[in-house]
């Protein structure tokens, strides 16, 4: 089973600027097979990223994936309101798929 | 894409419920779908997994024998039958859409196990 830590735990950031958020596999995984979600409280997960850089339908393209082997990274840039949420990284090469604990992306 | 949920409630210990989700907007039978649940305040946690034709079913292994996942394409409607359950079981469960990545999310069905 691949775990994945997501670093930090919360990140308080400022509308406007970047906002980097990272996750750590426990072993080396294909690029195909990382994705990164967006949940807002109250509502169900949003895939926003797949294959760990392409953006799903609706992806704004100041948000980017990057990664390879055991390091993942989710960039936001130019930080709007509608960002702040928790982001979860996620693996899903084959069960069970795995998600990371989330980063909340807190206005500063 | 529109998954629609329905079932969850309040349970005790050891009961059982059933989980639908009703699909349209694709062809249901193409696709495979997952089951993926949120304890309250916690990260998210796949739970099983099924394929188009349903030959194929794949358990989260915390749940094995005690879940049962299953579709009928003729009705465009998933399931989980949820059984013997615990307060680890607590939590908000989604179904989702596989298209070679987990694509589109149900609103989510609430199960509480408590005395």
């Known amino acids: 089973e691949i775990v994945l830590t997501q670093s930090p735990g919360t990140v308080s950031v400022s509308p406007g600027e970047r906002a980097i958020l990272s996750c750590r596999a426990s072993?080396?995984?294909?690029?195909?097979?990382v994705a990164w979600f967006q949940q807002k409280p109250g509502q169900a997960p949003r895939l926003l990223i797949y294959?760990?850089?392409t953006r799903a339908a609706g992806t704004p393209d100041r948000i980017s994936g990057s990664g390879s082997g055991t390091d993942f990274t989710l960039t936001i840039s130019r930080l709007e309101p509608e960002d702040f949420a928790v982001y979860y990284c996620?693996?899903?090469?084959?069960?069970?798929?795995?998600f990371g604990q989330g980063t909340k992306l807190d206005i500063k | 894409v529109q998954l629609l949920q329905s079932g969850g409630g309040m349970v005790q210990p050891g009961g059982s419920l059933r989980l639908s989700c009703e699909a349209s907007?694709?062809?249901?039978?193409?696709?495979?779908m997952s089951w993926v649940r949120q304890a309250p305040g916690k990260s998210l946690e796949w739970v099983a997994a099924?394929?188009?034709?349903?030959?194929?079913?794949y358990y989260l292994d915390s749940v094995k024998g005690r879940f049962n996942i299953s579709r009928d394409n003729s009705k465009n409607t998933l399931y989980l039958q949820v059984a013997s359950l615990r307060a680890e079981d607590t939590g908000t469960y989604y179904c989702?859409?596989?298209?070679?990545?987990?694509?589109?999310w149900g609103q989510g069905s609430l199960i509480t196990v408590s005395p």
């Open positions: 996620q693996h899903y090469g084959g069960s069970p798929y795995t």
């Open positions: 907007g694709f062809s249901f039978s193409n696709f495979a």
């Open positions: 989702v859409r596989w298209n070679q990545k987990f694509e589109n």
């Open positions: 072993q080396s995984v294909d690029l195909s097979h």
């Open positions: 099924i394929t188009g034709s349903a030959g194929t079913t």
């Open positions: 294959a760990t850089s």
